[in-house]
């Protein structure tokens, strides 16, 4: 039985009156104002630390990376503004004639290569046609420079159904002529991942070229007919990037293809979301793409001497210098 004690009673009633009156009726409610979401950025370098010169110019490169606290690429990141530039402790961002350029895609010759995976086991019978739909969909929505390889896989070796070409025609062809009927039993995973990652080319990054590589991954599934080369799989595709487009089915093993995935994951919850899924993974691979930077401007050093550089975004709440929160280099100027 609780007791009533009017002290307390007491004590509250001026608690109350105290904290009623201490805001005005015209003041703001803050409690109820939107949060805003504060900037996050990854920031690194894709190429090397040792920073390419153009030495009758004068001229320091640095490619770097921008992503989101979710992994995804960010665009439309080459206000030089943004940025602050540290040469020898001196924001080369407020110097003029350090004429400081941050360019986008397409300012140096890229190319992109994506292989698709393709699991055409016996439990997607039925749905082979919603799957090539969604593949050429994929394809057409492809970007400039990007190439395409095409696997199927059961429980068997993959099966290379076409190599790498930029060419539509020759990869709607192969599309259009996967079986839809008979298919194989079991389901190997691991075996087409790790195929598909020692086809895939090595990734470059310079002010020559760009490469970048891809494995768009699609199955119903689990792992059935090697189970024990998991580890292999996630050696083989560690450095990769691999996305994974899931349908939705009863044997679905999704905390294992999130894992070979990196949280590059897409669910399809039915057949008819499938081709969704895949132009979600292509516009991911788009940004991507588009969020590396090519920074170059005229350093004033000289003599021969190695100077050390380092970039970072200026309103940036990722402030963990060990967290990809800038990108770094050296170079010498004993050739300006």
């Known amino acids: 039985m609780k007791l009533y004690n009017p002290c307390i009673a007491v004590c509250l009633f001026f608690l109350f009156a105290i904290t009623s009156c201490s805001k005005s009726p015209d003041q703001p409610d803050t409690n109820n104002e939107p949060k805003v979401d504060l900037p996050f950025y990854y920031l690194f370098n894709v190429g090397d630390y040792n920073l390419q010169?153009?030495?009758?110019?004068?001229?320091?490169?640095?490619?770097?990376?921008?992503?989101?606290?979710?992994?995804?690429?960010?665009?439309?990141?080459?206000?030089?503004?943004?940025?602050?530039?540290?040469?020898?402790q001196n924001?080369?961002?407020?110097?003029?004639?350090?004429?400081?350029?941050?360019?986008?895609?397409?300012?140096?010759?890229?190319?992109?290569?994506?292989?698709?995976?393709?699991?055409l086991s016996k439990s997607v019978e039925g749905f082979v046609p919603q799957i090539k739909q969604a593949?050429?969909?994929?394809?057409?929505?492809?970007l400039q420079g990007q190439k395409f390889a095409i696997y199927t896989f059961d429980g068997e070796t993959p099966k290379l159904r076409i190599d790498f070409t930029t060419n539509k025609t020759q990869l709607s062809a192969a599309i259009n002529s996967l079986p839809e009927t008979n298919l194989g039993t079991s389901t190997n995973?691991?075996?087409?991942?790790?195929?598909?990652?020692?086809?895939?080319?090595?990734?470059?990054?310079?002010?020559?070229r760009i490469v970048q590589s891809n494995i768009l991954l699609f199955t119903d599934g689990r792992e059935e007919a090697n189970p024990q080369n998991k580890?292999?799989?996630?050696?083989?595709?560690?450095?990769?990037?691999?996305?994974?487009?899931?349908?939705?089915?009863?044997s679905l093993d999704e905390s294992t293809l999130i894992e070979l995935s990196s949280g590059n994951y897409f669910k399809a919850g039915n057949i008819a979301e499938l081709e969704t899924k895949f132009k979600e993974i292509q516009d991911d691979i788009s940004k991507l793409s588009r969020s590396v930077y090519?920074?170059?401007?005229?350093?004033?050093?000289r003599g021969n001497n190695t100077w050390h550089i380092s970039l970072s975004i200026k309103e940036n709440t990722n402030?963990?210098?060990?967290?990809?929160?800038?990108?770094?280099?050296?170079?010498?100027?004993?050739?300006f």
């Open 189 to 208: 995973i691991y075996e087409a991942l790790i195929t598909a990652s020692n086809k895939l080319p090595e990734e470059v990054y310079s002010t020559q």
């Open 231 to 250: 580890g292999q799989a996630l050696f083989a595709i560690e450095d990769k990037n691999v996305f994974v487009a899931a349908l939705q089915s009863n």
């Open 53 to 88: 010169t153009v030495d009758n110019k004068r001229q320091v490169n640095m490619i770097f990376q921008v992503l989101d606290k979710n992994g995804k690429g960010v665009v439309n990141m080459n206000k030089v503004s943004a940025y602050k530039l540290l040469d020898y």
């Open 91 to 119: 924001d080369m961002t407020t110097s003029a004639e350090s004429n400081v350029t941050i360019d986008t895609f397409g300012s140096i010759p890229t190319e992109i290569n994506s292989i698709l995976l393709l699991d």
């Open 135 to 142: 593949a050429l969909s994929f394809i057409n929505a492809s």
């Open 319 to 335: 402030l963990d210098l060990m967290g990809n929160s800038q990108a770094t280099g050296s170079y010498s100027s004993s050739k």
């Open 294 to 301: 090519w920074l170059y401007y005229t350093s004033p050093r």
